[in-house]
């Protein structure tokens, strides 16, 4: 890179609704590692080239600060005082940093039971109001959407528009970083705002003449959580990967348009699955996601035993989220640490036919 990053809204200007009076609240955002799966051919047998998109490396941890940058920097354009968002995490932990920047209050509404601590940590160290309902995602969400038609308040979940503006930029960036756009893009699917936005953005991409074709979008949904899959709404979505544990998305029918008009899929994978491929990301290609961002690599894994790819396809997989966030998780899957004495030969002991 020849000039220094100062986030995404500067690099991709002219592709985003801002102008000279829009303040750019940015944390230098965007421009996240693509790599080249190591190991792959372990579990994928045909010569496929799988790329990770690990959104994990944005500042607070998940792509979410793709969008949030551009929401929060149009609601300080606006004057706004304060910003709220229903999250399963990610989503607080990234309005509550950027609106702390920007010198806004952001109240955050999170559903009951298993918020990954690390998100819930962020929320609260920079000094979000972190509100728990006695409900699940898709209830905040409707709680939030009532109290933004009364009140002068902005709604930052990814129903307001700009966040879907500054997620493109992810497809911008995997179009630059790869020299073209890949022939599939996989992503887990939740409230559906990513692939939304994705397939938005390479489509513009393609339109501005910066990239020569499109990909197909593939998503994948938790099982106990399809409702895109299902064709209708689930009441109770269950699902380990907390961050797509939603019933009924807001940009269901953006998900449908980037299904069709790319001519991919959206299809389910077992919380078994999503954790053979979160923990084979980790202990084979050396990134740490968290398991809803495993979703993307699971349904890769999937489709090729099913002969989905063929031979020389280039697949990219978002890794949406930093595995850091949701440390429990990956306790649970892990074995124990083994107990010995503080004594040499002890050591030695347990290394003898592993390493010495
Ligand atoms: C938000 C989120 C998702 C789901 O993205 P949607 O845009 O809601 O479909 C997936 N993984 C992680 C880590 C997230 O934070």
């Known amino acids: 890179m020849t000039q220094p990053w100062h986030g995404l809204i500067n690099q991709y200007r ?133 109290i933004v038609a009364k009140y002068p308040i902005v709604l930052v979940n990814s129903l307001n528009p700009f966040r879907i503006e500054g997620q493109k930029t992810a497809a911008f960036e995997v179009c630059d970083q790869l020299g073209r756009p890949p022939v599939y893009h996989a992503l887990p699917v939740g409230n559906a705002g990513n692939i939304t936005a994705c397939w938005k953005g390479y489509k513009e991409y393609m339109a501005a003449g910066r990239t020569s074709g499109l990909p197909k979008m593939i998503g994948f949904q938790a099982a106990g959580a399809a409702p895109i899959v299902l064709g209708h709404p689930v009441a109770g979505p269950e699902t380990i990967a907390t961050a797509i544990r939603i019933g009924n998305p807001a940009s269901w029918k953006g998900a449908l348009a980037a299904r069709d008009e790319s001519g991919g899929m959206i299809g389910p994978v077992t919380d078994d699955e999503i954790i053979e491929a979160y923990k084979y990301i980790a202990s084979k290609e050396g990134v740490f996601c968290e398991p809803a961002s495993a979703a993307s690599l699971a349904g890769v894994i999937k489709l090729s035993k099913q002969n989905y790819f063929r031979a020389g396809d280039t697949i990219v997989c978002t890794l949406t989220g930093h595995g850091l966030k949701d440390p429990d998780i990956a306790l649970k899957v892990s074995s124990e640490p083994v107990r010995i004495k503080a004594d040499l030969a002890a050591l030695e002991d347990t290394l003898k036919g592993c390493c010495i």
Do not use: W
């Not at 592709?15 to 579990?43: C, D, Q, S, Y």
């Not at 728990?132 to 969400?141: P, R, S, T, V, W």
């Open 14 to 146: 002219t592709f985003l609704p801002v102008n000279e009076k829009t303040p750019v609240i940015t944390l230098n955002e965007g421009n996240t590692p693509l790599l080249r799966a190591a190991h792959i051919r372990e579990i994928i047998k045909e010569e496929v080239d799988v790329y990770f998109k690990f959104e994990g490396a944005n500042p607070t941890g998940s792509f979410k600060d793709r969008g949030m940058t551009l929401a929060i920097s149009k609601a300080a354009e606006e004057n706004a005082k304060a910003v709220i968002c229903a999250s399963t995490g990610n989503t607080s932990a990234s309005a509550s940093a950027y609106s702390a920047r920007a010198g806004i209050s952001c109240i955050v509404i999170i559903p009951e039971g298993k918020i990954a601590m690390g998100k819930l940590a962020q929320a609260m160290i920079h000094g979000a109001m972190v509100i728990q309902i006695d409900g699940n995602f898709d209830e905040a969400l409707n709680m939030v959407k009532e």
